[in-house]
Structures are given as C-alpha cells and as structure tokens.
C-alpha cells in the first residue's frame, strides 16, 4: 500500500510534470506527498562548499511544487532542501529516512552522447531506492 509519496524536483518542466503525477498519487491513496530539493553541494576540501542554488532559489522551486500539488489535489505537502554530493543519493538517503514508499520523479530528454556521458539521476534512483520508483512523462 501507498502511504508516503515523495517527489524530489529541480523546477524543470519534466519535474512539473513528476509533480502533478505524485500529488494524483497521493490524493488517490490518501497518502503524505513530500517534495524535496536536492541542493547538490559542489567544492569543499581545500576551497568553499558552494550549493547549486542559493537557499531563496531552493525554497522557490519548492514553493512553486507546493502550489501545483495543490492543484492536484494534495494540500498539505511535506516539503525539503537536501544538501548532498550527488541527487540520487539524496533522493534514496531522504527516502530511507521517512519511510518512502514510492518515489516519483521525472527525467531529463537527454539523448545519445550525453545520456551516456552524464546518467540519468531517475536511472540511478530506480537501481538504488528500496521502494518503488516510478519515472513520470
């Protein structure tokens, strides 16, 4: 049974979309949506630790999710900035954490050379997460 939904996202379109998929999810079941952001954090060691969005961009792109999940259904949505090295390990660790599960999330268009060069978080989420992993379009 669902009855705890997460939804990582980055603010992007397809990220959108993972979002309203997961709040359907949630008001389907009746289950807790939380939504976080991974705010990856580069550097460190001998130079400053530096995060890929500031805080007030972190908690915007969380704000406007919260928003359209409303529109969807869900109106009291969990809501997190995870600092970690890479997403999909702050995606699985967080879902560890609370008790996920079932993850959705979307995935970039990436094709070809950068698909291979750079991953798919989605496709590293789904090898790794101890729960279901659902990938919306």
Request: hydrophobic share 45%.
């Amino acid at each position: 049974m669902t009855s705890k939904v997460l939804c990582p996202t980055d603010g992007a379109a397809h990220s959108a979309q993972a979002v309203i998929t997961a709040a359907e999810l949630a008001a389907k079941f009746g289950a807790e949506l939380y939504i976080c952001v991974v705010n990856v954090a580069h550097g460190g060691g001998r130079g400053p630790l530096i995060h890929h969005w500031p805080d007030a961009e972190a908690q915007q792109i969380l704000d406007v999710a919260t928003k359209l999940a409303a529109d969807h259904g869900v109106k009291a949505a969990h809501t997190a900035i995870v600092i970690d090295r890479e997403a999909a390990s702050g995606i699985v660790g967080f879902a560890e954490t609370h008790g996920i599960d079932h993850i959705v999330m979307g995935t970039g268009d990436k094709k070809g050379i950068s698909r291979l060069m750079l991953g798919s978080v989605a496709a590293d989420v789904s090898a790794r997460a101890h729960c279901s992993v659902t990938v919306a379009r």
